[in-house]
C-alpha cells in the first residue's frame, strides 16, 4: 500500500516535520512493506501545484497533518483531491481536528476519518485494519458519525521510532537548517487557553539515553539550529541541566532553540544555557495580573521570576517573554502594568500574541463568561472581552510595532530609559506617544523601518515638547545620536 502523509507549513516554520516522520517511523515498524512518503508544502505555494505533487504520488491513503494555520487550505485540498481522486482515502489528524473531529466530518464530506489525540498508533493499526476497532478514530458509516473510544497515551514513547536514529530524516540534506527535537511530550500544566496538555496531560520522557544519540548525531552534521519541541524544557530541571550537558559535548556550532519556566532557572542552567548557545528561548507568562493568571490556570511568582530573569541577562541571553492581549480580567491598562513590570526587568524582548480562543479548550468553553468575543473561523482570533473593548485590542496590535521600534530595535532602548527616568514618564505611555506620533507618516516598503529610526530625534523632540521636558532634549540627543 502507497501511503503518503502532508502538510501545509509555515513558510518560516522549521523544515522538518516531526510528527510525520514520527508517523511513517511507526507505520513502517507495524508493516515494512508499506510505502510511505512524506511531502510538505507551504503557505504560498498554489493548490493546483500542490495537487499535482500529491497526485504524482499515486497514494491510496493520504494524511494530513492539520493546524491552526493550515486547516482552511488543507479542507481546500482535500476537496479538490476527492474530485479528481475519488478513490483516494483522506485522513486528518493534529490538533486542529481531533476536538473537532465530528463537525469536521460532518461538513466535509472529502474526508474520510479523522484520528484524534497522538496518532501515531491509532494511524498505523487504521490502515492496516480499517476504522471500526481502532480506538481513536472518528469515521462516517451508513452516513452516521461514528467515534470510536478514546486511545490511551502511549506508556512508552520511546516505542516511537527515533526519526533521526533510523534514517527517515537525511541531516546530509543541506537544505535543512532548523531540526526540531522532543525529549519529552506532553505537559503537567494546565492553561485554559492551550489545547496541547489536552492530547498530551501527562509527561513522558524520551529515555536519555535515545537523546543523547540522538543529539550527537544530529549535532554531527552542524544545523543551524536545534530546536526542542518540548512544551517547558526545564519543567524537570535536574534532567533539563543533563540535556544541556549532552548539547555541550556534541555541539559543533547550533543554536539551541527552547521555551522555558523562568522561575526554574538558577545560575547554573543559564550559565549551561550560555554554553549550549541557547540563543532562542521563548518564556511564555501572558498576563502578571493575579485575577488573570487564576482564570487562566496558570500561576507567576514573581521574585523567582525575577532572580531568573536576572540569571539570564547576566550572562546577555537572548529570550523572549510572551504576553497575550485578551485574557479574562486583563484590561488595557492592566496590560500596560505588565509591560512595565516587565520592561523594569530589562528583558532582551517582550511580545505581545493575539489570543487564539482554539477549539477544545476550557477558555473557549467559558469565553462567554468573560465576554470574550472572537472569529469562529481559524485562527479564532478575540477581538474584545468584558475587560478590553475593541478599539483598545486593536491598540495593542500597534503597541508591539512601536515595542519593535523603540526596545528590540536596540536603536532607541537606551533614550527609552533615560526619558523614563528623567521625565518621569512609563515606558507603557511612551510606546502609546510613539504609536500615535508614527501614525502621522504614510507607510513605506520594506525601508521604513530605518526610516523610523532616522526620524527618532523628531520623536524625542515630541516627547520633550508633550511633557514639556525641553532641556531633555539636548541631554537626550547626544546618546541617542550615538546609537544610530
Ligand atoms: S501553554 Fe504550555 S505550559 Fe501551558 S498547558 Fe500548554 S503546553 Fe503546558
Redesign the pocket.
Known amino acids: 500500500m502507497k501511503i503518503l502523509l502532508s502538510s501545509v507549513c509555515l513558510e518560516s516554520g522549521t523544515d522538518i516535520q516531526l510528527s510525520l516522520y514520527y508517523l511513517k517511523g511507526y507505520i513502517l515498524k507495524s508493516n515494512p512493506s508499506f510505502e510511505v512518503s512524506i511531502h510538505c508544502f507551504t503557505e504560498n505555494q498554489s493548490v493546483p501545484a500542490i495537487l499535482r505533487k500529491i497526485i504524482e504520488a499515486k497514494a491510496q491513503v493520504i494524511g494530513f497533518s492539520c493546524y491552526l494555520w493550515n486547516i482552511k487550505k488543507t479542507l481546500h485540498i482535500c476537496r479538490r483531491l476527492k474530485e479528481i481522486r475519488p478513490g483516494v482515502k483522506i485522513i486528518l489528524g493534529g490538533p486542529e481536528v481531533s476536538p473537532r473531529a465530528e463537525e469536521i466530518l460532518a461538513q466535509e464530506k472529502a474526508v474520510d476519518a479523522v484520528v484524534r489525540g497522538e496518532g501515531e498508533e491509532s494511524f498505523a493499526q487504521f490502515i492496516q485494519a480499517g476504522p471500526d476497532q481502532i480506538r481513536g478514530i472518528s469515521f462516517r458509516k451508513d452516513k452516521k458519525i461514528v467515534n470510536t473510544a478514546d486511545r490511551p497515551l502511549l506508556r512508552n514513547v520511546g516505542k516511537v521510532p527515533s526519526p533521526y536514529l533510523n534514517g527517515l530524516v537525511d541531516l546530509k540534506d543541506k537544505s535543512i537548517k532548523d531540526v526540531p527535537l522532543e525529549t519529552m511530550r506532553g505537559?503537567s500544566?494546565?492553561?485554559g487557553?492551550?489545547y496541547?496538555?489536552k492530547n498530551f496531560p501527562y509527561v513522558r520522557y524520551f529515555p536519555l539515553s535515545r537523546v543523547e544519540k540522538e543529539l550527537r548525531l544530529i549535532l554531527s552534521h552542524k544545523p543551524h539550529e536545534v530546536y526542542l519541541m518540548d512544551?517547558?524544557f526545564n519543567s524537570n530541571p535536574q534532567r533539563a541541566k543533563k540535556i544541556l550537558k549532552m548539547f555541550i559535548r556534541y555541539n559543533r556550532g547550533s543554536n539551541l532553540h527552547v521555551e522555558l519556566k523562568t522561575e526554574l532557572v538558577d545560575e547554573e542552567m543559564a550559565r549551561l544555557l550560555c554554553q549550549a548557545n541557547a540563543y532562542n528561548i521563548e518564556i511564555?507568562i501572558q498576563s502578571t495580573n493575579p485575577r488573570t493568571l487564576k482564570a487562566i490556570n496558570?500561576t507567576l511568582d514573581k521574585a523567582r521570576f525575577r532572580k531568573g530573569i536576572r540569571a539570564l541577562n547576566k550572562l546577555k541571553l537572548y529570550y523572549e517573554i510572551q504576553l497575550i492581549d485578551v485574557l479574562p480580567y486583563q484590561s488595557y491598562e492592566g496590560l500596560k502594568n505588565s509591560l512595565d513590570w516587565l520592561y523594569s526587568l530589562h528583558p532582551a524582548k517582550v511580545v505581545i500574541f493575539r489570543l487564539a480562543v482554539l477549539a477544545g479548550t476550557a477558555l473557549r468553553e467559558e469565553a462567554a463568561d468573560f465576554g470574550i468575543e472572537y472569529d469562529h473561523r481559524p485562527p479564532y482570533y478575540a477581538y474584545k472581552s468584558n475587560a478590553m473593548n475593541e478599539a483598545e485590542v486593536k491598540k495593542i496590535e500597534k503597541f508591539s510595532y512601536a515595542m519593535d521600534r523603540l526596545y528590540d530595535s536596540q536603536f532607541f532602548q537606551k533614550t527609552l530609559f533615560a526619558f523614563k527616568k528623567n521625565a518621569g514618564v512609563k515606558i507603557s505611555t511612551i510606546l502609546e506617544d510613539w504609536a500615535a506620533w508614527e501614525s502621522r507618516f504614510k507607510r513605506r516598503p520594506a525601508d521604513y523601518p530605518e526610516f523610523l529610526n532616522r526620524k527618532s530625534p523628531m520623536f524625542l523632540a515630541y516627547l520633550c515638547r508633550r511633557y514639556a521636558k525641553a532641556a531633555l532634549y539636548e541631554k537626550l540627543l547626544p546618546g541617542l545620536l550615538k546609537g544610530r
Do not use: D, E, I
Open positions: 505537559c500544566f494546565r492553561c487557553y492551550c496541547y496538555h512544551a517547558t511564555g496558570r
